[in-house]
Each structure stands twice: as structure tokens, then as C-alpha cells.
């Protein structure tokens, strides 16, 4: 006879409504926990939706705030002078948080800057139930409604009745709300009780454990690896120092990539291919992606989209950003992204005067042509309705001399336009002028750059380590490389004999690239040349300190950007 037996409240666990979470919120000087301080510490402790308590004070870093975060936070240094130091607080923070189930946005970056405050005060780290409403989110909303998991955005798809605003206590007002709707979507899936949050942080499944015995036979050495399908059918390629270790770390805990764990299931083997150095691998890698081209690569999947900046083919040309394998003349790039040749095009349009209106325009005019406002405005001679008479000619030799060969008269043009601007307080439009700037800059950079390796064959050697390391190239495609101890230029002679032998028509621009990283690096030494393997004196690298400009002002976004 089978006897029923009802499980006790400890073995059903602790529902979620009876979970006691505080969700955390930080606001610091920057980014590392290292060298950054907390500015402000915001935490909504609540139990079952309902909020039973809050934390917030300011903080004093210690130092002064750097503008950025000023902007961004509004705290300013006046606000903290009076406010306690981090090894004040730290004792009431940890108090409040007691045993609860930590949760904050992107817990990696607010934990982090806990646990290093901790340590340097000597306070014992909790260790605390961490959830991290990034990971949840990924769950929990599709790409539709959150094309991101940035807080704001999220916020709008549950509609929270607070709006975050990069103070500490309102984000994480927002972020509570925000958790508990997406805690509401996730019990349809199960998640009831804490003990069902542990789901959530990508256990590897058995069936996919077991597959890592793929890599027992798998050699501890740099190259490629190529995991295969049922049929043969390649369905990833990378590339590893370390192949063993690389791919027996698909098969653990930490690969949380949906995509590459769909990947796994339909795995049946691993082909290797070992390189004697990991510049080769790399660039086997790209090749082996553009020939394959699997299913489950996204980085270089269609290297043959790169972003190109051209003159269009017609009587009166205008710019277009298109994609291509290669440039040819009068294009310019390769570009970034569609959205930096966009850019570099706006400014050869103010620049030159190219007109941009995406008629084609016929050689004689129609009688009924009509000409916009930029004739009125002196940026455009017009050619719609003046025809060969505009002058439109000359234009046209200017534009091509800069996708061609120098950017200097355009530069000059926009330095004035970007200066007059920020005289008259147009800070905002200065901006954008000095982005499409940089956009033509940089394409003009990679275009020489580019140029230059594929005008020439050589061969070059770099101490790596306890080794010398040698490469061939010849006009741009790598020919082979080495690795020795001893005997560099009879190495270097081997691989020069490889020139002839190669049996590629042209490289694919994402292994040209590669190679100028690689020939770039300090230390690197040229063995042989044939040809010519120089930069014009009228390059675009004079003006670098353009992209500089604004890659510094990128990155000073970013960091303050974390949410």
C-alpha cells in the first residue's frame, strides 16, 4: 500500500512572495572599483511586492567628482563635503541588508564596488544571494519590447511609477518595480520560490556535460577548433591558445550564450587545426568563417559586407554608403560601420558641396527641374537645373581626390566650421560636425594604411616570450608564419619562398587588418620588402588627433553610461 505523505514547508522551499530582497543602487566617480569611489548609495528592501524599508545617503569619495559624473548624476562636490566617508556607512548598509537576497542592475559592477570597500575597511563580505535584473531581463522580455536591458528601457516596458535618473535611491526604487514585473512573467515558467532563482543563472544541462569528452582528445596547443554537426556541417569555428582548455570550457557552467548552447546540442565533434603561432590561427579563423560561413558565428559571419564610401555611377554623382568586398577608386574606407560612412559622407557634402538629393539627374536638365535650398545657400552649384554649366565638374575632382588620396582641404573646411561653431555656443552641433569629421578621417587612415600592405610583400619578426616569431605577407594576405628559438633569417628565408606559392586572389579586409595590427606592434622588424611599404606624406594620419578626439569622448561616455 503506498502511503501519501505531505512534504514539509522546508522541503516545498521559500516561495518568492516570503523572499526578502533588497535591490541595491550605486553611484561612484567612474568605473573601477579600484580607483573609483562611491558617491552615493540608494537600497528598497521589500518582502512580498510590498516595500518595508529604504536606504540612501551620500558618501564622501574622498576626492573631487569628475565633471562627467557631475552631468550625469548631479552631485556635485559641495553635496558630499559634509557627507560621511564609505567606512561609516558600510556598518548601517550591511545591517540593513541582514540575510536578504541582494539585487541590483548589472550586479557585477555595484557588487564589485561593495565588496572592494569592504575589503579595504575590513568589513567581512556577506556573501549574500545575488540576482541581477540584467540576467532576468534576458528572460523575461523579448527583443521586441527591450531591444536592450538598460534600466530606462526596461522601466518603460513595465511601466514603473519612477523614472530612473542616475540617483541612487530612485534607480533603485525603479529596479525594485521593475523586478518584481518581471518576477510576476517568470512564475508562468516555474520560477515560485527562491530556491528556483538558482535556474535562472544557466546551469549546464547533464546532456551537454557529457559531451566534454570532446575534448579529451583535443591538443593543448594554439590553432583553430570547428565544432560539427550530425552531417559534417560545420557550426562554429574559433580560435584558442589553448584549444583543449578553450573548448572544454564550452562545457561548463560558465557558457551562458543561448546561441552557443543550442550549438553544443547539435555538436557531435570537434576538428582542430594547430598553427605555430596565434596570428596564423586568428587569420585561418576569418577565412575559414568567409568559406563556411556557420550558422552559429556571428563575429565575421559576411566579412564581405564591409561599409564603403563611393562616388554613385552617373553623369552627376553623389556620395553612397554601400557595402562591399573591396573598394575600388574613389571609394573610400573601409568604414567602421554604415553609420560612420554616413558620416564621413555629411561631411564631404557640407565640405565640397556634393550634392545630396538621391535623384539621377539627366545631362541636359528637364524643364520642369527644380532646385533645393541648398543652391540658395551657396552648398550646391546646382546641376539639376544648370546642368554642365554648374561647374559641378570641379566639385566632383575635389571629392575624388579626397576619397582617393588627400582630405586635407576638407579637414581645414570642417576645422573652421567645427571652431565657428563652438564660438557661437553651438556645442551641440560642433559635436556632430567634428563626428562626421573623425568618420572621414579615420575611413581616409585605413584606406592608406590598407593601401600600403597590399603594394608590397615581406617579412617581419617579434620576440614573443622566449621566441622569435615570423610572419609573411604578401600584398596583404598572410603567407605563413614561425615560431623559433634560434635561426631567424633561415626562417626568414623559408617564408619568403612562400610569396609565390600563395593561392590567394586577394585578402579578405578583416585579415588585412589583422596583419597591420600585428606588423604595427612596437618591436616588430622588417626582414625582407618587395615593393614599396610606405605612408604618403599627404596621409590622413596627420589629422588622427580627430578620431583621438572623439574615441576620448566616447569612452568617457560609456563609462558613465553603465545603466
Excluded at 292 to 311: D, F, H
Aim: glycine share 6%.
Amino acid at each position: 500500500m503506498t502511503v501519501a505523505v505531505q512534504g514539509s514547508l522546508e522541503e516545498i522551499g521559500e516561495p518568492l512572495s516570503a523572499t526578502t530582497f533588497v535591490v541595491v543602487d550605486l553611484e561612484t566617480t567612474g568605473g573601477s572599483p579600484r580607483d573609483c569611489e562611491i558617491t552615493e548609495i540608494g537600497a528598497v528592501k521589500t518582502r512580498g511586492g510590498e516595500v518595508v524599508g529604504e536606504f540612501q545617503t551620500l558618501v564622501d569619495p574622498g576626492g573631487p567628482i569628475p565633471p562627467y559624473i557631475v552631468a550625469l548624476t548631479g552631485i556635485t562636490d559641495a553635496m558630499v563635503v559634509a557627507a560621511p566617508p564609505i567606512a561609516q556607512v558600510l556598518p548601517s548598509f550591511l545591517e540593513f541588508l541582514g540575510d536578504a537576497v541582494l539585487v541590483a542592475h548589472n550586479a557585477r559592477f555595484d557588487v564589485g564596488f561593495l565588496k572592494e570597500a569592504c575589503r579595504r575597511h575590513g568589513y567581512a563580505w556577506p556573501a549574500p544571494e545575488i540576482v541581477d535584473t540584467v540576467l532576468l531581463a534576458r528572460r523575461a522580455t523579448t527583443k521586441e519590447e527591450a531591444p536592450n536591458k538598460k534600466l530606462v528601457t526596461l522601466a518603460r516596458v513595465f511601466g514603473t511609477r519612477v523614472t530612473p535618473n542616475h540617483r541612487a535611491l530612485e534607480d533603485a526604487r525603479a529596479t525594485s518595480e521593475v523586478l518584481h514585473g518581471m518576477l510576476e512573467r517568470l512564475a508562468a515558467f516555474g520560477i515560485t520560490h527562491r530556491e528556483d532563482l538558482d535556474s535562472l543563472r544557466n546551469p549546464m544541462p547533464s546532456a551537454l556535460r557529457r559531451k566534454a569528452t570532446m575534448a579529451d582528445r583535443v591538443p593543448a596547443k594554439p590553432g583553430v577548433y570547428t565544432f560539427c554537426g550530425p552531417l559534417g556541417e560545420r557550426l562554429y569555428v574559433g580560435t584558442s591558445r589553448n584549444l583543449r582548455a578553450r573548448v572544454k570550457s564550452y562545457f561548463t557552467s560558465s557558457e551562458s550564450r543561448r546561441g552557443i548552447r543550442d550549438m553544443l546540442a547539435l555538436a557531435v565533434d570537434v576538428d582542430t587545426v594547430v598553427c605555430p603561432t596565434q596570428l596564423e590561427a586568428t587569420i585561418l579563423e576569418v577565412r575559414m568563417i568567409d568559406q563556411w560561413r556557420p550558422r552559429y558565428n556571428r563575429r565575421s559571419a559576411r566579412p564581405e559586407r564591409t561599409a564603403w564610401l563611393r562616388l554613385t555611377d552617373e553623369r552627376y554623382p553623389r556620395l553612397s554608403a554601400v557595402k562591399s568586398a573591396y573598394g575600388e577608386p574613389s571609394w573610400l574606407g573601409p568604414m567602421r560601420s554604415m553609420a560612420d560612412a554616413r558620416l564621413a559622407a555629411s561631411a564631404l557634402e557640407q565640405a565640397i558641396g556634393i550634392r545630396t538629393c538621391t535623384t539621377r539627374l539627366t545631362i541636359v536638365p528637364r524643364a520642369d527641374a527644380r532646385a533645393c535650398i541648398l543652391k540658395d545657400l551657396g552648398a550646391c552649384t546646382a546641376p539639376c537645373i544648370r546642368g554642365e554649366e554648374s561647374g559641378y565638374d570641379v566639385t566632383l575632382l575635389a571629392a575624388r581626390d579626397a576619397l582617393d588620396r588627400d582630405v586635407s582641404p576638407v579637414v581645414e573646411a570642417m576645422r573652421r566650421e567645427v571652431a565657428s561653431r563652438a564660438e557661437r555656443l553651438e556645442y551641440e552641433r560642433a559635436g556632430e560636425l567634428r563626428d562626421a569629421l573623425s568618420a572621414l578621417v579615420d575611413g581616409a587612415m585605413r584606406r592608406d594604411r590598407l593601401a600600403a600592405l597590399r603594394a608590397c610583400r615581406l617579412v617581419a619578426v617579434r620576440r614573443v616570450d622566449e621566441a622569435w616569431e615570423l610572419a609573411s605577407f604578401s600584398h596583404g594576405a598572410l603567407a605563413g608564419s614561425t615560431r623559433v628559438e634560434s635561426g631567424v633569417w633561415d626562417a626568414a628565408d623559408e617564408l619568403r619562398t612562400r610569396w609565390d606559392a600563395l593561392e590567394i586572389d586577394a585578402a579578405l579586409v578583416e585579415e588585412q587588418e589583422i596583419a597591420l595590427r600585428w606588423l604595427e606592434r612596437p618591436g616588430t622588424r622588417l626582414l625582407y620588402v618587395d615593393g614599396e611599404w610606405s605612408s604618403p606624406v599627404t596621409g590622413a594620419g596627420r589629422h588622427r588627433h580627430w578620431v583621438d578626439a572623439r574615441r576620448s569622448d566616447h569612452d568617457s561616455r560609456v563609462g558613465s553610461e553603465r545603466r
